[in-house]
Nanobody
Framework: QLQLVESGGGLVQPGGSLRLSCAAS????????IGWFRQAPGKEREGVSC???????NYADSVLGRFTISRDNVKNTVYLQMNSLKPEDTAVYYC???????????????WGKGTLVTVSS
């Protein structure tokens, strides 16, 4: 069974850091494009970052310079290191995988259940 499980969310003060993990089972992450998405209360889900099977990386403008995506092929896990967190980063964060060449939300085939990140003092 193909499964993605996110972890690492929690409550953090503004300016703090968190590292989210996206662990895969049933398939090899390095063969897929992996995206991180987030959904804040009352807002649509938006793309945060993506790492392709070739290692190409992109970020949303709102997180550029603060977030870093990486992949550990041995652990079959993708990470999202989040630094300098802001209250507007508060959201449920999801990882997703697609075998296509895309990083778009609509092209993702497998989704985790999400992990909540709350940035508040």
């Amino acid at each position: 069974q193909l499964q993605l499980v996110e972890s690492g969310g929690g409550l953090v003060q503004p300016g703090g850091s968190l590292r989210l993990s996206c662990a895969a089972s049933g398939f090899t992450l390095s063969y897929y494009n992996i995206g991180w998405f987030r959904q804040a209360p009352g807002k649509e889900r938006e793309g945060v970052s993506c790492i392709s099977r070739s290692g190409r990386i992109n970020y949303a403008d709102s997180v550029l310079g603060r977030f870093t995506i990486s992949r550990d092929n041995v652990k079959n896990t993708v990470y999202l290191q989040m630094n300098s967190l802001k209250p507007e980063d508060t959201a449920v964060y999801y990882c997703a995988a697609t075998f296509s060449s895309s990083c778009y939300y609509n092209d993702m085939q497998y989704w985790g259940k999400g992990t909540l990140v709350t940035v508040s003092s």
